[in-house]
């Protein structure tokens, strides 16, 4: 069988940017499970220590070639030089902070239960830990080049979990993808590692066969509602089904209650149109769903109007967001308030902002709620927040939901947080949900469509908790036991030693 190439493009152009990278064969597809099964023990019988500083010099090694990889980033992308360098130091430092975690401990849930005889049932010595379930495979993003590709998040925190990885190239940025992944390879062939602890293939079929292989134990993935389905219908069905944690579609409601929306009507609206079109609007965290009262309405089109759309990643999602902006446009209960600012040229599009009431919003939930992806966002008009509770209750499950209150809205906000926590991982105050910190507290997940498990976040410390199960040991002598368990806490971690949390 003929296996086609992955060939990159310039967005910007709509022209063929370098030569095809060559589809991984079915053979090799094979091999590199295999190299990664084998690696498995060697990896994750490291101490957390020598896998923190691994990952802290796969962070190095991308810092140093920064320029050329975000060069290559822009050309196949078009999201520009500046986010992009931004991008991959966030990237780096997503790696160093699972190095922190690593070295914290307190991630492998440390758990010691003495024995007591005297009690019904008798209880023996009972030690539990959260272990590595086996080599990741991760699918790349196709709208962060960095943060959620070869190197980002999944990879890093799977690393760390102490999971070899295989990553699925996208096929929007093929040439960054080999980049990148030359960068890790490096490492872990500097460090005298196996090189099965990180490998990569590229084609559709490639990222399939991955995810029926039995020596694949999860999958991360992050991009569309259909795909990240099919993926995910593949892993559950497999003779072995696997976890599955897939980052889909959201649409990120956003509340402007009364009072704010007076006081603060230029800000709301900047700050709106700002958020919408960032990165063209190809962010998880975009703000697509606006309930706002109908005085604003105005303003917020003033500013997409005035607002630049660009290039989008690829030619199949700009055509997915035309096609989904006029079916907008020939929705009966739906009105076009502002279009923006298409630049000439590639795979552009333009800002556009629709305006629907509360009732027709209510009356096709189900086509109005859907993800339009890019800078396109409709406003729900009501007249008082009370009226939004039942209907935001029923709104599929987002990434984000958003309040901007005025301290006039303050009892409104809490009855709201009480609808939105049931539908979103992060509730936002008085800011706007694009741009994820990378840190110890922060989820980015939630009820499905936004992720296909809403028990655990792509981003953050707790991200390595996907890739890790819990396992007890019973009765074990302590010497046999993982480090982390040993009597004397030779690694100085966190633990829960008959019920109490602390270093001991
Ligand atoms: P996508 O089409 O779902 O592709 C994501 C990855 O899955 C790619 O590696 C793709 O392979 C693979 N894939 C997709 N369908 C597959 C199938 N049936 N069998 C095997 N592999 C499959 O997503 P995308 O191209 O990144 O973006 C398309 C849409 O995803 C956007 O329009 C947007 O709605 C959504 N999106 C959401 C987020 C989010 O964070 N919520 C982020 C990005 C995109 P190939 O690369 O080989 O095609």
Redesign the pocket.
């Known amino acids: 069988m003929t296996v086609q190439g992955v060939q990159g493009y310039n967005p910007r152009t709509g022209e063929v940017y370098g030569e095809p990278v060559a589809a991984t064969p079915e053979a090799e597809v094979n091999r590199l499970a295999q190299a990664a099964a084998e690696a498995f023990p060697v990896w994750s019988g490291l101490p957390g220590a020598r896998r923190a500083e691994v990952l802290e010099k796969i962070a190095d090694a991308l810092d140093a070639r920064s320029a050329e990889l975000v060069e290559v980033a822009d050309t196949e992308t078009a999201l520009g030089l500046p986010r992009l360098t931004g991008e991959l130091k966030r990237t780096t430092n997503q790696l160093r902070l699972f190095g922190e975690v690593l070295r914290e401990g307190s991630y492998a849930e440390a758990t010691i239960d003495s024995p007591n005889p005297d009690i019904i049932p008798p209880r023996p010595n009972l030690r539990r830990l959260l272990q590595p379930l086996g080599p990741v495979a991760v ?5 962060f080049p960095f943060a959620f590709s070869v190197a980002g998040g999944d990879t890093a925190s799977a690393l760390a979990a102490g999971a070899p990885v295989l990553v ?1 190239a ?3 940025h093929p040439n960054t993808s080999v980049a990148t992944a030359a960068v890790l390879s490096a490492v872990i062939a500097a460090e005298g590692l196996p090189e099965g602890v990180f490998g990569i293939v590229y ?2 079929p490639a ?2 066969q991955l995810v029926k292989h039995p020596a694949i134990k999860a999958v991360g ?4 509602t ?3 389905r ?2 995910f219908d593949l892993a559950s069905g497999r003779p072995d089904p696997i976890p599955f944690y897939g ?4 649409v990120n409601p956003t509340v402007i209650l009364p009072g704010i929306a007076a006081e603060q009507t230029q800000e709301l609206a900047t700050g709106f149109a700002g958020s919408l079109t960032m990165g063209v609007g190809q962010f ?1 965290t975009n703000p697509g769903l606006v309930f706002a009262p109908e005085s604003l309405v105005d303003d917020l089109g003033k500013a997409v109007s005035g607002a630049n759309g660009g290039a989008m990643l ?1 030619a199949r ?1 700009r055509d ?1 967001y035309e096609s989904t902006v006029d079916g907008l446009a020939k929705h009966a209960g739906v009105e076009l308030v502002a279009v923006g600012e298409a630049p000439e040229g590639g795979w552009t599009v333009a800002p556009r902002l629709y305006r629907t009431t509360l009732a027709d919003f209510e009356a096709d939930l189900a086509t109005l709620e859907e ?1 339009c ?1 890019g800078p396109a966002a409709i406003v729900v008009t009501y007249t008082d927040p009370a009226e939004l509770l039942p209907v935001l209750a029923r709104v599929q499950g987002s990434l984000t939901a958003t309040v901007h209150a005025a301290e006039s809205d303050h009892e409104a906000a809490g009855r709201l947080a009480e609808v939105l926590r049931r539908i979103a991982g992060r509730l936002v105050f008085n800011a706007w949900p694009t741009g994820v910190a990378v840190s110890w507290a922060q989820h980015h997940g939630g009820p499905w469509p936004a992720t296909t498990s809403a028990l655990h976040t792509s981003v953050g410390a707790t991200a390595i908790r996907r890739w890790i199960g819990p396992v007890t040991y019973q009765s074990w002598p302590d010497h046999l036991l993982p480090q982390e368990l040993q009597d004397a806490n030779p690694l100085g971690i966190p633990r829960r030693r008959d019920g109490v949390l602390g270093v001991h």
Request: glycine letters at 18%; one cysteine or more.
């Open positions: 699918f790349s993003a196709s709208n699925k996208h096929s929007a084609s559709t990222g399939s993935f992050t991009g569309s259909g795909g990240g099919a993926l980052e889909l579609g959201s998880c690829t999602m997915s993800e992806f």
